[in-house]
C-alpha cells in the first residue's frame, strides 16, 4: 500500500527552539518524498524535495530508506514558520499526502 | 501568469442539489489534480489527469462525482447530488510532466452543504 503518515496534528514550540515534524511513508518501490507548505491565507506550495537535497527557509529532510522516514527538521524556529505542513510520495505520477502537521511557533 | 485559478471560491448549497467546481490549469501544464480536504482526513487524491485523460480515479468517492478535462486550459468537478458530508475545500493543481513533483495549487473552492 502507498501512504503517507504524519503522527502530529499539532507541534507547537518556542521561537529558537528546534523544529523536526516527523513523516513515514509506505511505498514498495524506490520513494520519491516531498514536504508542501500552506501559510495563512497563501496557497499549498512546494517547500524542498528528497532529491535534491537542499535546504529552504532553513529547513532540511534526509529520507531513511531503513524507518521509512523523511522527517523534516530546522534547527531554530522562526515565527513565519508557523504554517501547515504536508509530507508527501509521489508514486508515479500522482502525489499522494500526509494529513498534515500544524506548526505553530510562540514568541 | 496568475496560477491555477478555482471558481467559486466558496459555494453554500443544499443536500441534493448539483455542484460544479471550476479549475483552469496554469498555461503548458499538461497535468491536472483534484484534491479534497477535510480535518479527518487531510489531502485526499480523487483524480488526475496528463494530456486531458484520466489517469487515476480511484480516489472519486463515488459515482455522485465526475470530473471532466474537455480541454487542455479547463476542468471540472461535478458532485450530483450533494451531501453534507461532501463539505470540505476543494483543490486543483497542475503540474508540467508526467512525473508528479512540483504541483501548482489553486486557492481552493469551499463547499459547504447544508
Known amino acids: 500500500a502507498q501512504r503517507v503518515t504524519q503522527p502530529e496534528k499539532l507541534l507547537s514550540v518556542f521561537k529558537g527552539a528546534p523544529v523536526e515534524l516527523k513523516c513515514n511513508y509506505s511505498?514498495?518501490?524506490?520513494?520519491?518524498l516531498f514536504w508542501y507548505v500552506q501559510y495563512s491565507r497563501q496557497r499549498l506550495q512546494l517547500l524542498l524535495r528528497?532529491?535534491s537535497r537542499e535546504s529552504i527557509k532553513g529547513f532540511t529532510a534526509d529520507l531513511n530508506k531503513g524507518e521509512t522516514s523523511f522527517h523534516l527538521k530546522k534547527p531554530f524556529a522562526q515565527e513565519e514558520d508557523s504554517a501547515m505542513y504536508y509530507c508527501a510520495l509521489a508514486p508515479g505520477g500522482k502525489l499522494i499526502f500526509g494529513q498534515g502537521t500544524e506548526l505553530s511557533v510562540k514568541p | 501568469d496568475a496560477g491555477v485559478i478555482q471558481s467559486p471560491r466558496h459555494e453554500v448549497t443544499e443536500m441534493g442539489q448539483e455542484v460544479t467546481l471550476r479549475c483552469k490549469p496554469i498555461?503548458?501544464?499538461?497535468?491536472l489534480f483534484w484534491y479534497r480536504q477535510t480535518m479527518m482526513r487531510g489531502l485526499e487524491l480523487l483524480i488526475y489527469f496528463n494530456n486531458n485523460v484520466p489517469i487515476d480515479d480511484s480516489g472519486m468517492p463515488e459515482d455522485r462525482f465526475s470530473a471532466k478535462m474537455p480541454n487542455a486550459s479547463f476542468s471540472t468537478l461535478k458532485i450530483q447530488p450533494s451531501e453534507p458530508r461532501d463539505s470540505a475545500v476543494y483543490f486543483c493543481?497542475?503540474?508540467?510532466?508526467?512525473?508528479?513533483?512540483?504541483?501548482?495549487f489553486g486557492e481552493g473552492s469551499r463547499l459547504t452543504v447544508l
Open positions: 511505498y514498495s518501490g524506490s520513494p520519491e
Open positions: 498555461s503548458g501544464h499538461n497535468s
Open positions: 493543481a497542475s503540474s508540467l510532466g508526467t512525473r508528479a513533483g512540483e504541483l501548482f
Open positions: 528528497h532529491i
